[in-house]
């Protein structure tokens, strides 16, 4: 008997509309500016449907194959795919949790097939471990909670239709619990207040900040209700963590890949007055630093291609997940700031012209240790774990 299958849809060729992207990265920059046309353009090609199940209209591509377009526009224009990592992260974790048999947020991949945007608001000032714990009030109400603080470095800002954030509610002081919600855009008693004046990277994601002035999310966005601390960690919260971290990562290594390749290729053309040779791409140090890079370069890569595949194979490291994909984030930011730095060291004076383009990627790249897992929490995520400390124990 002849059998059928069905072909996977593959999403279209986007070579042309990442090199679009790139074209308009340093406008972005220099005005301020969202990124609407590229928002546009990516959307309308199926960017945001990347990790949409196929029976939702997306094209059902899991952890490692939404890294690999993540890097891939990164490369073009790291704060376009930093931005729209904000919803690329919860349309994938929602899939995985679909696939595994929880149907409980099936409504998220149904609106995201209909176009709808999801953003992050997990940033709080004075919180350095977000999603875990949260200076934002969750107090339940009949049919839902009422949400109340100021959430930072959302993106997405002028497009989002859901806002996924969390809150916490401490009306039983022995047991606070963290509360992770959706705020439909058409919800009241919020306001978003434009901060991103001109910050020092990543411009064109404009990430305005959230206030939430006792704001009514009904139980139905209710995605979670979970113990504060490394004690919630359910398979919600560390998907959070893959999707995020993971494409964290997968940005700054795609923005680094670009600017090892314009600083070396531009060395060749570099001159010297002091050298006796054709260039300085002939010089002894400049060679040393080059190969710095190299080194950096080949440990970001692996890593984050092993991590996404282990996740996608379903990989049983239990507790060490954590460990894992905070690890593998930070190794990513911080070797691609020491390339990015190195770069900006080679280029010489040039650098620090915005004709150079490092000088505004240089900025971009710095951000990367900002985004959670910051350096101390990865750190003490690290030590803790294999140490076999309780990793919810504070300092007294």
């Not at 509610?169 to 959706?182: E, G, K, L, R």
């Amino acid at each position: 008997m002849e059998t059928t299958t069905t072909k996977q849809p593959q999403l279209q060729d986007l070579t042309q509309i990442f090199q679009h992207c790139a074209e308009r990265a340093a406008t972005y920059d220099r005005e301020n500016r969202f990124f609407q046309e590229d928002f546009d353009e990516l959307k309308a090609a199926g960017y945001l449907l990347m990790a949409v199940p196929e029976e939702f209209g997306g094209y059902g591509m899991n952890l490692a194959q939404v890294s690999e377009k993540t890097r891939e526009l990164a490369y073009h224009a790291a704060p376009t795919a930093l931005a729209l990592n904000m919803h690329v992260y919860w349309t994938g974790l929602v899939a995985d949790l679909y696939r595994q048999g929880d149907t409980s947020l099936q409504w998220v991949l149904e609106e995201a097939g209909n176009g709808a945007v999801f953003a992050a608001g997990h940033a709080e000032s004075g919180n350095d471990h977000p999603a875990l714990y949260s200076t934002t009030k969750a107090e339940k109400v009949d049919g839902g909670y009422v949400f109340t603080g100021r959430k930072s470095f959302g993106s997405l800002t002028p497009v989002w239709t859901y806002l996924g954030l969390h809150g916490q509610d401490n009306s039983d002081p022995d047991n606070p619990t963290v509360v992770h919600a959706f705020m439909p855009r058409d919800s009241q008693n919020y306001q978003i207040k434009q901060t991103w004046d001109n910050v020092l990277g990543m411009r064109a994601t404009r990430s305005d900040d959230t206030i939430l002035n006792g704001v009514f999310i009904p139980d139905k966005y209710i995605a979670r209700v979970v113990p504060t601390g490394f004690a919630g960690i359910d398979g919600f919260v560390l998907g959070i963590f893959a999707w995020a971290l993971i494409n964290f990562g997968n940005v700054y290594f795609g923005q680094a890949k670009r600017v090892f390749e314009m600083v070396t290729e531009n060395l060749h053309k570099k001159k010297s007055i002091a050298l006796n040779s054709p260039s300085m791409a002939h010089h002894g140090g400049v060679q040393h630093d080059v190969a710095e890079m190299v080194l950096a370069l080949e440990a970001i890569g692996p890593i984050l291609d092993t991590i996404a595949r282990d996740w996608v194979e379903g990989k049983d490291y239990g507790p060490a997940w954590g460990v894992k994909l905070v690890a593998a984030k930070c190794n990513a930011v911080e070797r691609a700031w020491d390339i990015v730095d190195k770069a900006m060291d080679i280029s010489g004076g040039f650098g620090i012209f915005p004709a150079s383009g490092l000088e505004r990627m240089f900025r971009d790249a710095r951000l990367g240790r900002f985004h959670p897992a910051n350096g101390y929490l990865t750190r003490e995520v690290l030590a803790k774990g294999m140490l076999g400390l309780d990793l919810d124990k504070r300092p007294s």
